[in-house]
C-alpha cells in the first residue's frame, strides 16, 4: 500500500509536535513537510521529541506544498490564519484535515462548495477526541427530553478563541433535537448564547480541553463530561481523518460523521 503523504501546518505548536509524532509513528504515513512561522530551518523531529527526520520547518505554505506534493494537510494553527492555509491547500489540489478552531459558518459553506468544484475532500472537526464526539452525540439524545441546558468548556490558558469549537458545535446540535422548543436563554451577561445555548468559559493553566453539558429538569439535573487530559486524545480522530479523506469529494464537518456510531 503506498504511504500517504502527509503535511503539518503548525508543526512547532503544541497540537502540531503532537501530530507530528503521531504521523511518524505510521508505517502507512510519510511527514511530507512541517509549516509553521516559529524555528525555521529546525528539523522538526527533535522539536517533536523524535530523533532527525530530516524535514526542517518550512515558513511558506504554498512553497513547501508546491514543491513536496502531499496529499493530505493537517492544520492545527490560529482562527486568523486557517481560512487562507486551507485555501492555499485546496488551490494546491491538497485535502485539509483541520483541528484549528474559530472557522465562522459562513466560511465553512464557501469552504464546502470550493470542495464540491474541486471535487476535493476536507475535514474540519472541533474535536477529535472520541470522546468529546460521543459527548455531543449524548448531549443531542439527551436534549430532545431534557431542553433546559448550558454548557461549561474548560481550557487551557493559551486558548485563542472562547467559545471553543466544540461548545459552538454541541449548542448546534442540542438545537437541532430541540427542534421548535429553543431554550430563553434569558439576560445576555452570563456568559455566551450560540443557537439558544448558553455557553461558560473557562480558561486556567493546568487544563488540557474539557467540556460539561448540565441539563436541568423538574426536581434533577444530568450531567455530561468529557476530559481530554493529553493532547495524545485528538490523534486517533486525526489519523482516521487522514485516511478517510482521501476518498471524499467533499468537506466534511465533524469526526462524528467518519464513524460509526
Ligand atoms: P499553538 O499556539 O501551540 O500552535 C499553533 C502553531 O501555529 C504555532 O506554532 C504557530 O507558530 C503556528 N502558526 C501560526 N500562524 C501560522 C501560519 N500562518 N502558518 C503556519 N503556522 C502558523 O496552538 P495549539 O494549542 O496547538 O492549537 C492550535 C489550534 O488547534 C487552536 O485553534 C486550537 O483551538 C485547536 N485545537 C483543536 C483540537 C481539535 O480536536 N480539533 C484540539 C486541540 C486544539
Not at 121 to 137: D, E, S, T
Amino acid at each position: 500500500m503506498a504511504r500517504i503523504r502527509v503535511a503539518v501546518v503548525g508543526a512547532a505548536g503544541r497540537m502540531g509536535r503532537e501530530v507530528v509524532r503521531a504521523v511518524c509513528a505510521q508505517q502507512h504515513m510519510t511527514l511530507a513537510t512541517a509549516v509553521d512561522l516559529e524555528h525555521p530551518g529546525e528539523d522538526v523531529g527533535p522539536l517533536a521529541g523524535l530523533p532527525e527526520t530530516g524535514v526542517t520547518i518550512e515558513q511558506d505554505l504554498r512553497q513547501a506544498l508546491s514543491r513536496t506534493r502531499p496529499q493530505v494537510m493537517v492544520d492545527f494553527t490560529r482562527p486568523d490564519v486557517v481560512l487562507s492555509n486551507i485555501e492555499c491547500a485546496l488551490d494546491c489540489g491538497v485535502r485539509p484535515v483541520v483541528g484549528t478552531t474559530g472557522l465562522k459558518a459562513e466560511e465553512i459553506e464557501r469552504l464546502a462548495a470550493l470542495c464540491e468544484e474541486r471535487e476535493l475532500g476536507c475535514v474540519i472537526a472541533p474535536n477529535f477526541a472520541v470522546g468529546a464526539v460521543l459527548l455531543m452525540k449524548m448531549s443531542q439524545m439527551a436534549a430532545s427530553v431534557l431542553p433546559a441546558v448550558e454548557i461549561i468548556e474548560l481550557h487551557h490558558e493559551g486558548k485563542l478563541d472562547s467559545p471553543s469549537g466544540t461548545a459552538l458545535k454541541t449548542a448546534e446540535m442540542i438545537a437541532a433535537a430541540r427542534g421548535e422548543a429553543p431554550q430563553e436563554p434569558g439576560p445576555p451577561e452570563r456568559g455566551t448564547v450560540s443557537h439558544g445555548v448558553r455557553i461558560h468559559s473557562v480558561r486556567l493553566p493546568g487544563l488540557v480541553a474539557h467540556q460539561e453539558v448540565i441539563f436541568g429538569g423538574l426536581g434533577q439535573t444530568l450531567t455530561l463530561r468529557h476530559d481530554s487530559v493529553s493532547r495524545e486524545s485528538f490523534m486517533p480522530g486525526v489519523l482516521l481523518a487522514i485516511e478517510k479523506v482521501i476518498s471524499l469529494r467533499k468537506l466534511v464537518y465533524g469526526l462524528e460523521h467518519l464513524l460509526d456510531l
